[in-house]
């Protein structure tokens, strides 16, 4: 029991984000794990790289000594028992394994937690919790690039959303140009996804990581270390917005969620259902709004009740039932 340690910031969720974003996003190659998996999150490279065309001066090759994003497996284990294993970035694994925890319905909050312990090399996360964890018998494949991993049923189980949060268009451009702010891994090494919670006003939050549904367990997961209500926020994302993303996004209790990329045709109805508006395509100057563009300053349809309840259209709108069947064995 020695070695298990709960985090510094699990302790002292005071800590605030810097106008730059989170402290940790920022800290070089190389740098160590912290309490909560705080490594540099990218690692030295080198390559050859060949410039042409027209626009260019001296075409040709040229050496480059460069970063790439740093990719490792990550384990979670909860009370001895293993229940994930992630390809990530490994860095914020505390925060990781914290968000994913919760986002599985596997802990309520930072209140069940005991104890968390990061491996020397960063690749083991163990989480203590006051009340027994069962590992759930249906593991579902997600639409990740590197097939992620959930145990819910993504589009059941949630209640639509009755926040009135209302945001100009212009907010979210402004706003989405923070999440790569310079030093951050994306102006390093470029391929890396986002995600940050915002109040409308400033970047309460900012995590990167290779995988874009591993920022949103991340993001969830900061926030408990940090204290930081989500629910009425603005969540933002960089990837593309499949069905388990909006979930989790809805379950942090997210009116609006925004991405520079796509959404699927299973989150736009989930969304619809919810009560949640949905963008994609946010980039400088343009947007489209999949369902209540009226948070966004739309007027709003015939039919829509104030404040943000959900009008007639969302209610007699329910997912579909061929979306909504588990296995017998859930």
Known sequence: MADRRMTDRARDPSLSVGANGPADVTNGPGAGAGTNGGGGGAVPSSWHEFRGGREVVRPGWAPVQSEVIEEALVSIYANGLELATIMCTPRDQVALALGFLKNERLIDGLADVELTHVSRNGCCVDVWTSRPIVKPRRVIITSGCGGGVTFTDPSVGIEPLRDGLQLEPERLFDLFNRLHFPGSLHARTRGVHAAGLTDGERLLALVEDVGRHNTIDKLLGECMLQGIDTAGRVLLATGRVSSEMLRKGAQMGCPIIASRNSPTSMSVEMAEAWNITLAGYVRQGSMRVYTHPER?????????????????RTRDHPIKPSLRKEKADR
């Open 296 to 312: 966004l300053g739309m007027p709003e349809p015939a039919g829509m009740r104030a404040e943000g309840r959900p009008s007639e």
